[in-house]
């Protein structure tokens, strides 16, 4: 079955423990992104990667870091959390550029005290 | 990217036709009018696209005016499982970083 594949689901820590949320896909997809949803503001996307080893910002990349060394993971990195970053975050892969539709995880809801 | 405008609310009888308008006055020529949902607060879910045509799938149909300036999805005979926020979204691609979520119209389906 198609899917991407966000760990943990749900994860309460604490300002400062750095952490990864980890997503996966099976599609073989070139394009990844994450995403964050906040009550009000919509979703936000925070990184995208449009290749392996190649990665960019979207329009909330502060106080994140991501990577992609292989083509089906796009970790989502923390380095510091701090209680702003509490949100819902959204995985999402796409075969392509153009012409094509997006795959989302199931989310990550994160909780930073 | 275009901007849209959908309404913020709808309510739908179930076994009903929705129809979920989308409004992009200035939509450039190579944008695409995507359709997406969200249910609770599952992931979002691709539901239908088009560039000119009408288009038709398991789901829904999209509907695009013929100065692309608005759409209409159809969800033909919508059930409770259908409640969700519809995102109409215009984008020249649409790989998975370039989708602009608004606000949505938030769906209702009412028994």
């Not at chain 1, 960019?56 to 870091?65: F, L, M, Q, T």
């Not at chain 1, 550029?97 to 795959?103: K, R």
């Not at chain 2, 984008?91 to 979520?101: R, V």
Request: charge should be positive; glycine fraction near 8%.
């Amino acid at each position: 079955e198609a899917q991407v594949t966000q760990n943990p689901r749900y994860l309460i820590t604490v300002t400062g423990k750095k952490l990864t949320v980890t997503c996966s896909q099976n599609m073989n997809h070139e394009y990844m992104s994450w995403y964050r949803q906040d009550p009000g503001l919509g979703l936000r996307q925070i990184y995208y990667s449009m290749n392996v080893e190649v990665t960019d910002k979207g329009d909330v990349p502060e106080g994140y870091k991501v990577s992609r060394k292989e083509k089906r993971n796009f970790p989502l990195i923390l380095e510091s959390p701090s209680p702003n970053q509490t949100s819902l975050y959204f995985c999402a892969s796409s075969r392509g550029q153009f012409n094509t539709e997006a795959f989302f995880g199931q989310g990550t809801r994160l909780t930073v005290v | 990217d275009a901007k849209t405008t959908q309404p913020t609310s709808m309510d739908c009888a179930e076994g009903r036709a929705a129809n979920l308008p989308c409004n992009h006055s200035t939509i450039s020529g190579n944008e695409y009018v995507y359709w997406y949902r969200q249910i609770h607060s599952q992931g979002p879910q691709y539901i239908i696209h088009g560039l000119k045509n009408n288009e038709t799938n398991e789901m829904a149909s999209l509907i695009i005016t013929e100065d692309r300036k608005s759409s209409t999805l159809i969800l033909p005979h919508a059930t409770l499982r259908d409640t969700a926020v519809y995102y109409c979204i215009v984008t020249p691609g649409a790989g998975s970083y370039q989708l602009t979520f608004g606000k949505g119209t938030k769906l209702s389906v009412i028994p």
